[in-house]
């Protein structure tokens, strides 16, 4: 996985985004349930760990604290008042660090809308060319996780692919395990609320928004069986999390065989890993199946390569086909990246 940690701001610090996790409760029995709701009064949990990394339960502390003490100024005219001018006298409002901690607080709170909004407003206020930093880039992640969570799924995938469209790429990619950041459920009912901190940096972030997009797409892949774009985005975005991802790409190949007809020629220049190639042209050998694997290129003869048409045809497949292979070594998410600068729309117009 790429290790292209972003520059830390000012002072040296990592800079973090909290999201909503929507985890489902074990099944207890009604002793230990009653237990619960007497211990507690809250179904919102706040877990402010990212993989290895455990912050100080003061974190919380503080955080629930600032939390309540922002309610409480605002809970009356006259504190919400004074409070309003001391800020305006102080430029507060021009902190960054004092919106971020409204839309964390509203995450808090479960007003997604209204975190939404307060991170669609600082988003906009900053200039392009301050929007691939951390501090920047978080208020897009947030919104994600927003988005995803108020089940509106094309905004999510949406700023997914402007999250990932906009990551550094100064440095030298690596291979590592799979990703270890759980994603948001989308439009999923949850049991209770469980809230943690993300990393800004790619190897955090990545894993992240695939997630939400391969999620989007899945449901609309599976549930529509004329949706061979959606169906082929999906091959391509199961590569980042390889072999993790066997099962799901197993699901595709049994949806294929079913439709008996399937075209993913505009995005097998994106497919680098061996097991799904040898799969696809395993598929497109089948004589019960039409596979169509790549396009003739424009300005030749407007001949589709597909299963069994000649022998030129088939050498031209194979040829493309070995051309993917010989990419196998390439770190996947330069791959991803020029995908989603070039496929975006495509993404989007599906949901």
Same mark, same amino acid.
């Given at each position: 996985?790429?290790?292209?940690?972003?520059?830390?701001?000012?002072?040296?610090?990592?800079?973090? =985004?909290?999201?909503?996790?929507?985890?489902?409760?074990?099944?207890?029995?009604?002793?230990?349930?009653?237990?619960?709701?007497?211990?507690?009064?809250?179904?919102?949990?706040?877990?402010?760990? %990212?993989?290895?990394?455990?912050?100080?339960?003061?974190?919380?502390?503080?955080?629930?604290?600032?939390?309540?003490?922002?309610?409480?100024?605002?809970?009356?005219?006259?504190?919400?008042?004074?409070?309003?001018?001391?800020?305006?006298?102080?430029?507060?409002?021009?902190? %960054?660090?004092?919106?971020?901690?409204?839309?964390?607080?509203?995450?808090?709170?479960?007003?997604?809308?209204?975190?939404?909004?307060?991170?669609?407003?600082?988003? *906009?206020?900053?200039?392009?060319?301050?929007?691939?930093?951390?501090?920047?880039?978080?208020?897009?992640?947030?919104?994600?996780?927003?988005?995803?969570?108020?089940?509106?799924?094309?905004?999510?995938?949406?700023?997914?692919?402007?999250?990932?469209?906009?990551?550094?790429?100064?440095?030298?990619?690596?291979?590592? %395990?799979?990703?270890?950041?759980?994603?948001?459920?989308?439009?999923?009912?949850?049991?209770?609320?469980?809230?943690?901190?993300?990393?800004?940096?790619?190897?955090?972030?990545?894993?992240?928004?695939?997630?939400?997009?391969?999620?989007?797409?899945?449901?609309?892949?599976?549930?529509?069986?004329?949706?061979?774009?959606?169906?082929?985005?999906?091959?391509?975005?199961?590569?980042?999390?390889?072999?993790?991802?066997?099962?799901?790409?197993?699901?595709?190949?049994?949806?294929? *065989?079913?439709?008996?007809?399937? %075209?993913?020629?505009?995005?097998?220049?994106?497919?680098?890993?061996?097991?799904?190639?040898?799969?696809?042209?395993?598929?497109?050998?089948?004589?019960?199946?039409?596979?169509?694997? =790549?396009?003739?290129?424009?300005?030749?003869?407007?001949?589709?390569?597909?299963?069994?048409?000649?022998?030129?045809?088939?050498?031209?497949?194979?040829?493309?086909?070995?051309?993917? =292979?010989?990419?196998?070594?390439?770190?996947?998410?330069?791959?991803?990246?020029?995908?989603?600068?070039?496929? @975006?729309?495509?993404?989007?117009?599906? @949901?």
């Amino acid at each position: 996985m790429m290790s292209c940690d972003w520059p830390h701001p000012p002072g040296g610090q990592p800079c973090w =985004v909290m999201i909503e996790e929507r985890l489902v409760r074990p099944v207890e029995d009604k002793s230990a349930a009653k237990r619960r709701k007497l211990d507690d009064s809250s179904e919102t949990h706040l877990n402010f760990q %990212s993989g290895s990394v455990t912050f100080d339960q003061r974190l919380v502390e503080c955080f629930t604290v600032a939390t309540n003490c922002w309610e409480f100024l605002q809970s009356n005219v006259t504190y919400r008042g004074e409070f309003s001018r001391l800020c305006q006298q102080w430029g507060a409002f021009e902190w %960054s660090w004092l919106s971020s901690f409204r839309a964390d607080m509203n995450m808090y709170k479960g007003e997604h809308e209204i975190a939404a909004q307060v991170l669609q407003h600082e988003w *906009q206020k900053i200039p392009e060319t301050e929007r691939t930093k951390p501090e920047s880039l978080r208020y897009l992640i947030q919104t994600v996780n927003c988005c995803a969570l108020m089940g509106d799924i094309k905004g999510a995938c949406t700023h997914a692919c402007d999250v990932i469209r906009l990551l550094p790429d100064n440095t030298e990619p690596q291979k590592g %395990s799979a990703p270890a950041v759980p994603p948001p459920a989308i439009n999923r009912p949850p049991a209770f609320r469980q809230l943690r901190l993300l990393k800004c940096c790619c190897a955090d972030t990545i894993p992240f928004c695939t997630e939400v997009i391969i999620k989007t797409l899945q449901d609309i892949a599976f549930s529509d069986p004329t949706q061979d774009l959606a169906l082929g985005q999906l091959v391509v975005l199961l590569q980042y999390n390889w072999p993790r991802e066997e099962e799901r790409f197993a699901s595709i190949i049994t949806a294929i *065989q079913k439709r008996k007809k399937f %075209s993913i020629a505009d995005y097998l220049p994106y497919i680098i890993v061996i097991d799904m190639l040898e799969e696809l042209v395993f598929l497109s050998n089948c004589e019960s199946l039409e596979i169509t694997l =790549v396009a003739q290129a424009e300005g030749s003869r407007t001949r589709t390569v597909t299963r069994g048409l000649n022998r030129e045809a088939r050498e031209e497949l194979m040829a493309a086909v070995d051309r993917q =292979v010989q990419r196998c070594h390439e770190p996947i998410e330069p791959v991803l990246r020029e995908f989603f600068q070039k496929e @975006k729309l495509c993404i989007t117009s599906e @949901k």
